[in-house]
């Protein structure tokens, strides 16, 4: 079925329905990304030491300047 042939359907569609079917088609683009929904890669410093000694570094190079 082609997006044409489609959007005639969703757009008779009650509200609540077209809701439900945003969740479903995000919840397989999310399975097509191999993502879990609510889980999601993300950066922490925790046990980043290297990173907290550059920008101690910095700060300190800084708070010199301004002296």
Request: aromatic residues 4%.
């Amino acid at each position: 079925m082609s997006l044409a042939e489609l959007l005639p359907a969703v757009q008779s569609l009650p509200r609540s329905d077209k809701f439900r079917l945003m969740q479903e088609l995000i919840a397989e683009l999310a399975r097509e990304e191999a993502l879990e929904a609510g889980e999601y890669p993300v950066w922490s410093p925790h046990d980043a030491h290297q990173a907290a000694a550059s920008l101690l570094l910095m700060l300190e190079e800084d708070k010199a300047k301004v002296a």
